[in-house]
C-alpha cells in the first residue's frame, strides 16, 4: 500500500541550531513531492516541491530538501532556525497514478526554544 | 487576489444537524479538493474535482457531499453530523491535479 511517513512526531531545537525533518514514502513510481508548514491555527503553506530534475530543492524561509531515490526519502533541512520556525510540518506525496490525491504524513511538530 | 477563503471559520453543530462548509477561490483553478485534519493523522482527502460539473470521492467520503457548478466554488455537505466529524476542514485548490495545491485558512467544525 502506498504510505507516506514522517518518523518524528515532536522535534525540539535551539534557535540557531540546524534542522532536519524526515520523510520516508512507499509508491511504485517515483511521485510528486512536497513540504508544507502549518502554523498553529493557520492553513498549509507550501515550502518547496519535487517534480523531477535536480535532487536538492530550494524553497522559501530558507529551507531545502533532498530527494533520494534509493532511500525513498525527501528530507527537509534548515541551517539555523528561528523561532519564527515554530510549527507543524507535513509531508506529502502524489502518485503518478494517482494524479490530485496528495496523501500525507502524520506530520512533525518544531518546538524553537531560546 | 483572496485566494482561497473558507467559511464559517468556526462552527459547533448537534448530532443529526446538517450543514455546508463553504470554500471559493478566485485564481481560475480548475482542480479543488477538501481535507480533514484530525491529531496524528495528518490531512486526509474527502472529496476533489476536476472542474466544473465533476467531482470523485478520496479517502474518506462517507457522510460528506460535494458538488461544483462554477469553477470558484466547492461546498462541502454534511447531511446529518456526527461526533466523529469533529475535525478541521480545510479546502485547497491549484491549476489542475499536476500542480501544488494551495490552501484556504480552515474551518473547525465540533460535533456534539
Not at chain 1, 496523501?103 to 526554544?113: C, H, K, M, P, R
Not at chain 2, 483572496?2 to 455546508?20: C, D, E, R
Not at chain 2, 480548475?30 to 460539473?53: C, F, N, T
Request: charged share 15%.
Amino acid at each position: 500500500a502506498q504510505s507516506v511517513t514522517q518518523p518524528d512526531i515532536h522535534i525540539t531545537v535551539s534557535e540557531g541550531a540546524s534542522l532536519e525533518l524526515r520523510c520516508n514514502y512507499s509508491y511504485g513510481a517515483t511521485p510528486y513531492l512536497f513540504w508544507y508548514v502549518q502554523s498553529p491555527g493557520q492553513g498549509l503553506q507550501l515550502l518547496l516541491k519535487y517534480f523531477s530534475g535536480d535532487t536538492l530543492v530550494q524553497g522559501i524561509k530558507g529551507f531545502e530538501a533532498e530527494f533520494k531515490r534509493s532511500q525513498s526519502s525527501f528530507n527537509l533541512r534548515k541551517p539555523s532556525v528561528h523561532w519564527s520556525d515554530a510549527a507543524e510540518y507535513f509531508c506529502a506525496v502524489v502518485g503518478t497514478d494517482s494524479w490530485g490525491k496528495l496523501q500525507f504524513g502524520a506530520g512533525t511538530q518544531v518546538v524553537v526554544t531560546p | 487576489n483572496a485566494g482561497v477563503t473558507q467559511t464559517p471559520k468556526f462552527q459547533v453543530l448537534k448530532t443529526g444537524q446538517s450543514m455546508t462548509l463553504q470554500c471559493a477561490q478566485d485564481m481560475n483553478h480548475e482542480y479543488m479538493s477538501w481535507y480533514r485534519q484530525d491529531p496524528g493523522m495528518g490531512l486526509r482527502l474527502i472529496h476533489y474535482s476536476v472542474g466544473a460539473g465533476i467531482t470523485d470521492q478520496g479517502e474518506v467520503p462517507n457522510g460528506y457531499n460535494v458538488s461544483r457548478s462554477t469553477t470558484e466554488d466547492f461546498p462541502l455537505r454534511l447531511l446529518s453530523a456526527a461526533p466523529s466529524q469533529t475535525s478541521v476542514y480545510f479546502c485547497a485548490s491549484s491549476y489542475g491535479e499536476r500542480y501544488e495545491q494551495y490552501f484556504g485558512p480552515g474551518t473547525r467544525l465540533t460535533v456534539t
